[in-house]
Structures are given as structure tokens and as C-alpha cells.
């Protein structure tokens, strides 16, 4: 500590300038002295007696304590003993699980709606049904009523949209599933199953019989055109081969051909079938079939050993097979038309089981 002392006097010495640096270094040697004179007191240790002992008592139980012993200062600690406090560890496991158990519960519940409404819209939709298939069967019989009569028109055949099964595309099959399994729960889940298939057989039947039935009849008109194009043009072509046909006449009798016994008969036929429907084109193919190109033939037939009469032979025989495939393609589609009405009676029978299956509690 003097060395430091000194040290500090030295420092503070240099500090000062001028003519008093002399006084002023003499007082700090005087004051110097004067500290190296004290006698600083030396610390003093005490020992620290340390006791401990654990006393169990109620909050409501009084304790005395004494504040000197011996001369030694007590301090006394009171500390409240821990316990294992088992619900600070289980409320939040306990909170935890009711928060898995709420969600779980809210789904289900939010589930259950959606599958419920599902499901609704499933009969909902299949119900729909039960209308358009009757006016469906109603138009397949008009159909078919109309189709019979000694008509060349053609009618026509609704098929209802509604029958399209387009909608069901956008259901979900899977929803449907568990709604009839929510609606049968003592059912085995084959049967669920079984109920499941049915309906989706059920939308396929119809989706196959709108199909074919557009396709079908579609067919009919096309075909229908293509041989009445066909008859148009034979029936040409026996004008004028029958044109020829007195032509060669006259040349052979040297006479105009209308009191031969062999054209005349025919121009009469001609007369009275053809030529009213020359210029409006509205022959009736079963009408010409019956009035006129059997009773040709039959002229023919009795002067098939005269080449003048083959072309009419081959136009007349050409025009029958036009006719002929023209009424087959009629009974063909009035056969279709036929089993149409029996599928769709029935699935209008099967569809009010088949609803209360679904549905079935």
C-alpha cells in the first residue's frame, strides 16, 4: 500500500506547474506520512454454526421460537413441504384428449350431415324419376300406335333427358354407400352392398336404354332415307325404261303403243300411282308395293320371254327390295320400340323398392 501511496504522489506531483509546485509536493509528502501512520483494523471472522431440522406442523398449529441461544444469532426457515400435485400433470394430458375427442366428435357429426344429405339427394334424384319414365313409355306407344297405319310418315319418339342418368355422374357413390348403411344398421354390410349395386345397376339400365333408343331410331332414319332414295331413283329409272318400253312398241305395230294389250295395262297402273305424286314425291311405299309394282310384276311375268319388258323387270324388281327393306327396318324399330316399353315398365316398377331400400331404417 506505501508503494501505491507513493506512486499516486509521484503522478500527482508531475501534474503541477508554476512556482508552487514545490509547496504543494511538500504538503503531499506530509500527507503521505500521515497515511502510512494509520493503523487500519484487521477483519475479523466469525464462525457460523449451521443446524437444520425438518419439524412438521399444520398451518393452524402455533410454533416458539427462540431468537438467542449461547450467544448465537438463530435463523429460523419455515418452508411450506412440496407435494406431487397429480392434477397440475393431468389437466393438460385431460385437456389434450377432450380436444381429440371434441374434433372427433364434430366430424362426426359434420360427416353424418354431409353423408345425410348425400344420400337425400340420391332418392331425391331417383324419385325425379318415376314421371319421365311413364311419359317415356307413353311416347314408345304412340310410337309404335302411329308406326302401324298405312303411313309413309314417320313419328317421332321423345326420349326424355331426364333419363339420361347424366345427373347421378356428379352423386357420389361412395356417400351413397354409407348412407344406406346409416339408414341399415342391422343389416349385414353385404347387403348394404348388395342395395348399393342395385341402384348403380339400376342408373346403368337406364343410361343404356336412353342410349339406345336415341341411337337406334336414329339408325331408322338414316336407313329409312337411304332406301326411300333408292326407291325414288328406280321408280325414275322404270319411267323411263317404260317410255322405251312403248317406244318399241309403236316400232314393232307401227301404232301409237296406248291400245296394246301389253302397255296398256301397265300405263294404267302408271296413270293411277305414279304420276298424282310425280311432282310432290309423297309415295307411300307400302301403297305402291300392293296398288302397283306387284300387279306390274305380275304383267311382267307373263311376258318375261320378251326382251323389250327386262329393263321394267330389273327397275320394278330393284324398287321392291327398296320397299321390302324399308318395311323391315319399320318392324325393326317397332320390335325395339316394343322391348323399350317392357324395360322401362320395368324399372318403373323396380323404383319405388328400390327407393324404400335406400331409405330403409
Not at 78 to 99: A, Q
Not at 164 to 178: A, C, P, Q, V
Not at 229 to 246: C, H, P
Not at 338 to 347: A, V
Amino acid at each position: 500500500m506505501n508503494t501505491l501511496l507513493f506512486f499516486l504522489f509521484l503522478i500527482s506531483s508531475f501534474s503541477s506547474v508554476g512556482q508552487d509546485s514545490i509547496e504543494k509536493n511538500s504538503e503531499n509528502i506530509k500527507s503521505l506520512q500521515k497515511l502510512q501512520s494509520l493503523d487500519y483494523p484487521k477483519r475479523q471472522t466469525t464462525e457460523a454454526s449451521i443446524d437444520t431440522a425438518n419439524i412438521e406442523f399444520n398451518r393452524f398449529d402455533s410454533l416458539t421460537i427462540p431468537t438467542k441461544d449461547n450467544s448465537l444469532t438463530k435463523v429460523v426457515m419455515v418452508k411450506e413441504k412440496s407435494k406431487f400435485d397429480f392434477l397440475n400433470y393431468l389437466l393438460p394430458i385431460f385437456t389434450l384428449f377432450l380436444g381429440i375427442l371434441t374434433n372427433q366428435w364434430l366430424d362426426k357429426i359434420s360427416n353424418r350431415k354431409r353423408i345425410k344429405k348425400s344420400g337425400e339427394r340420391w332418392v331425391a334424384e331417383l324419385m325425379s324419376l318415376e314421371e319421365p319414365l311413364i311419359k317415356q313409355i307413353e311416347s314408345l306407344e304412340n310410337f309404335i300406335a302411329n308406326h302401324k297405319e298405312e303411313d309413309f310418315k314417320i313419328p317421332t319418339i321423345n326420349a326424355y333427358s331426364s333419363l339420361n342418368g347424366e345427373i347421378f355422374k356428379s352423386l357420389d357413390k361412395n356417400e351413397l354407400i354409407k348412407y344406406v348403411e346409416m339408414n341399415n344398421r342391422k343389416s349385414d354390410f353385404k347387403d348394404i352392398v348388395k342395395i348399393s349395386n342395385k341402384t348403380h345397376g339400376y342408373i346403368s339400365i337406364l343410361v343404356f336404354l336412353h342410349g339406345s333408343l336415341k341411337e337406334k331410331f336414329q339408325k331408322y332414319l338414316d336407313q329409312n332415307s337411304k332406301f326411300t332414295e333408292a326407291l325414288s331413283e328406280n321408280l325414275q329409272s322404270f319411267g323411263v325404261a317404260f317410255v322405251k318400253f312403248g317406244i318399241e312398241i309403236e316400232k314393232e305395230t307401227d301404232s301409237a303403243p296406248a291400245k296394246d294389250g301389253r302397255y296398256k295395262p301397265i300405263a294404267d297402273l302408271y296413270t293411277a300411282q305414279i304420276i298424282p305424286h310425280i311432282e310432290d314425291g309423297k309415295f307411300n311405299p307400302s301403297v305402291l308395293k300392293k296398288e302397283f309394282f306387284i300387279p306390274v310384276l305380275n304383267l311382267l311375268n307373263s311376258m318375261r320371254l320378251d326382251p323389250k319388258t327386262e329393263p321394267l323387270f330389273i327397275n320394278s324388281s330393284r324398287a321392291m327390295n327398296n320397299i321390302k327393306a324399308i318395311e323391315m327396318e319399320k318392324q325393326y324399330i317397332n320390335e325395339i320400340a316394343t322391348t323399350m316399353i317392357i324395360r322401362y315398365k320395368e324399372l318403373s316398377t323396380k323404383l319405388n323398392d328400390l327407393i324404400e331400400n335406400i331409405k330403409k331404417h
